[in-house]
Structure formats: structure tokens, C-alpha cells
């Protein structure tokens, strides 16, 4: 069993940065691959980066460039690094952690760009 919790969301102005943390707990965090999903308003949850257990990443094509996601094993922590933030980054960002059949998901932190 897996406990996630996101953290570092906020408002921020267009241009600007934030930094979201994910906490795990209960589990053997350094084995799991992580990722940050999103999910805006009328629209279906979409993969913002992802993190392998070996520190392999990836990242969707719309945050390239901007958005930077790491994560730091001993603090059984995963960051996302988000820089010249968009409005259409807008969203609730959530994170999860997946190994083999197993996934987990945190509630969720929402950001939010203004223009």
C-alpha cells in the first residue's frame, strides 16, 4: 500500500513558477515509477511527466521544455518543476505511483495561471 500527498499548488501569474511535491509513504517508494498527471475543467485527466524507478523520465509535449520533474529517494519524495507557467496549465495536478498491476493516486493540488 501506497499513501500519496501533493503539495505546492497555488495561484501564480502567467510566466511564473511552482513547484509541486508528492509524498509517499508506506511502501518501498525508490521501486515504483512516478508521474504527474493533470486534469482541467471539462477535460479528461492527461499525463504531465513520469519518473522510472531508475530516474528515466519523460514528458507530454505541451510541457517540454518547462516543466522538470525528479525525485529524491531518501525523501520518498517526487517534484515537478513548473516554469513560465501558462493559463492553459491550469488544472488539478495529481500525482501517482505504479508498480507492476499496482497504482496508487494522491488527492490532488490545484494551480492555477492567471493571464
Known amino acids: 500500500q501506497v499513501q500519496l500527498v501533493e503539495s505546492g499548488g497555488g495561484l501564480v501569474q502567467a510566466g511564473g513558477s511552482l513547484t509541486l511535491s508528492c509524498a509517499a509513504s508506506?511502501?518501498?517508494?525508490?521501486?515504483?515509477?512516478m508521474g504527474w498527471y493533470r486534469q482541467a475543467p471539462g477535460k479528461q485527466r492527461e499525463l504531465v511527466a513520469r519518473?522510472?524507478?531508475?530516474?528515466?523520465?519523460n514528458y507530454a509535449d505541451s510541457v517540454k521544455g518547462r516543466f522538470t520533474i525528479s525525485r529524491d529517494n531518501a525523501k520518498n519524495t517526487v517534484y515537478l518543476q513548473m516554469n513560465s507557467l501558462k493559463p492553459e496549465d491550469t488544472a488539478v495536478y495529481y500525482c501517482d505511483a505504479v508498480r507492476g498491476f499496482k497504482l496508487y493516486w494522491g488527492e490532488g493540488t490545484q494551480v492555477t495561471v492567471s493571464s
Open positions: 519518473i522510472t524507478s531508475g530516474g528515466n523520465s
Open positions: 508506506g511502501s518501498i517508494f525508490s521501486r515504483y515509477t
